[in-house]
């Protein structure tokens, strides 16, 4: 990888980038002075526009056309809610940017206030976040000290106010509603849409609901203009991503390359799997997107491309599994995490998703039926854009997505009530409670 690709993890290696001093010496808040100096609002949201950025939280929304749709004029306050509460299954790219370079983010934050008129933003940041959000609160003091915070920044009439948000660890809560509603101190359980937060968020005000890394891109383009910022990437999906790497890998972690790289290029960056075993699936984009086989190892990895495959770029996360893990078991594992996050709100989520892992641990315990293959398909499909908020496709997808891509695992399962792989990582018949409702 060469080191130019590098435009949101450029100094995160350097231990004193937290620090304001270091971080403006490096270029941090030379794109708000820019968007301040040289530019209307509307002119940093149509240069968004331009750039094409796509947001990092998983769906991959244009972030200029979802800026847009916020009124310029509104009656109510309007908010910004950045999404830190990164609890996707694999994911760990924004818990470095708030570590490693928090000033980005705030600077990221700000120009993106400025350019949709909002006063008051909230950084909301899982509960287990304890040490980024320690960060980010000394980082927003720094930032209110040399003014980029506060009244009259800049010398310019525009005030921004940022307030970290600790959140109480649910998955739920990421998703932009769920996020809203526990960032008011409610329960956090998604709104039905529309109204879409855009126009009714936050305190009933229009709230743009963005994710950290998706507005640590805001400053580059600004500084770098939206034509070169899609110099990089693919087709209608330009820019950098960072990567996170974990499972069976030689060297888990987190890469930034450009979008569109292939799963096998990552793959081979990250040294390839582990001990030289054979690779059995690969999960591209968090624990919601649908296994791709060592087959489809070429397929680039961004939005549009991964969706074509039938999986998704989700949140970036890839997740390794080599031929020692069975993939009843980890299928199992999955449906047990949504089992337990399902707020509960919506029938086929809170019935249909332990109803599936009721099945799925049966053909672990050796005790499937050939007709459960069915039964969780036709689940999956009584699932998928029938709940009230993505959380019951984020359980249906990567579980109809196994069955169906890795069914002869499922099926060797049923017919001989043994696992396929065995071993430390294969079927796991300890007693273990699985209801969760
Ligand atoms: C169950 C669920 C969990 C989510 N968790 C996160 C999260 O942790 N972080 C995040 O940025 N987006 C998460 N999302 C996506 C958000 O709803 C939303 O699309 C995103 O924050 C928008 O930001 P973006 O346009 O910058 O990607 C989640 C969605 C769902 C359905």
């Not at 040289?38 to 331009?50: N, R, T």
């Not at 891109?217 to 330009?238: F, H, L, T």
């Amino acid at each position: 990888m060469s080191e130019d690709i590098k435009r949101l993890t450029r100094f995160v290696d350097d231990d004193n980038q937290r620090h304001i001093d270091t971080a403006m010496g490096n270029g941090v808040y030379d794109g708000l002075k820019k968007a301040l100096e040289e530019h209307q609002p509307k002119d940093i949201v149509d240069i968004l526009k331009a750039s094409g950025l796509r947001g990092r939280g998983g769906a991959g929304f244009p972030t200029g056309l979802k800026w847009s749709f916020v009124p310029v004029k509104a009656e109510k306050p309007k908010y910004l809610c950045c999404n830190a509460d990164e609890g996707e299954p694999g994911t760990f790219k924004d818990r470095l940017i708030m570590e490693r370079d928090p000033h980005m983010l705030i600077e990221g934050i700000v120009i993106a206030c400025y350019a949709i008129g909002i006063r008051d933003a909230y950084i909301y940041i899982r509960g287990e976040f304890v040490k980024p959000a320690d960060i980010l609160d000394e980082a927003i003091d720094e930032a209110y000290e040399k003014g980029f915070l506060g009244e009259n920044i800049l010398g310019k009439n525009f005030e921004c106010h940022i307030t970290v948000h600790r959140g109480a660890g649910a998955y739920v809560c990421g998703e932009e509603t769920g996020l809203i509603e526990s960032l008011e101190g409610k329960r956090g359980q998604p709104r039905l849409k529309p109204p879409f937060p855009a126009i009714v968020g936050a305190f009933q005000g229009p709230t743009v609901v963005n994710n950290v890394e998706t507005l640590s891109n805001v400053p580059w383009i600004i500084v770098n203009g939206a034509e070169k910022y899609a110099e990089v990437g693919s087709e209608r999906n330009p820019g950098t991503r960072i990567f996170g790497v974990s499972g069976m890998v030689e060297k888990p972690g987190l890469y930034e390359l450009p979008m569109g790289t292939t799963l096998q290029e990552l793959l081979d960056i990250a040294g390839g799997v582990k001990d030289g075993k054979k690779l059995k699936a690969i999960i591209p984009g968090g624990s919601s997107a649908p296994a791709m086989s060592p087959k489809e190892l070429d397929t680039k990895m961004d939005f549009d491309s991964l969706m074509k495959a039938g999986s998704m770029a989700g949140s970036g996360g890839m997740i390794v599994l080599d031929e020692t893990v069975c993939l009843v078991r980890v299928t199992r594992r999955l449906l047990e995490f949504y089992a337990h996050e399902s707020c509960g709100q919506c029938t086929p989520c809170r019935e249909g998703v332990p109803w599936m892992l009721r099945i799925v641990r049966n053909i672990e315990l050796g005790k499937g039926k050939m007709s459960d293959i069915k039964q969780i398909l036709k689940i999956c499909d009584n699932i998928k854009m029938r709940t009230l908020c993505p959380l019951g496709d984020a359980a249906a997808m990567p579980t109809e997505g196994f069955v169906k891509k890795f069914k002869s695992e499922f099926t060797k399962h049923i017919q001989t009530g043994e696992c396929t792989v065995g071993g430390p990582l294969g079927c796991d018949r300890r007693p273990r409670k699985i209801d969760h409702h």
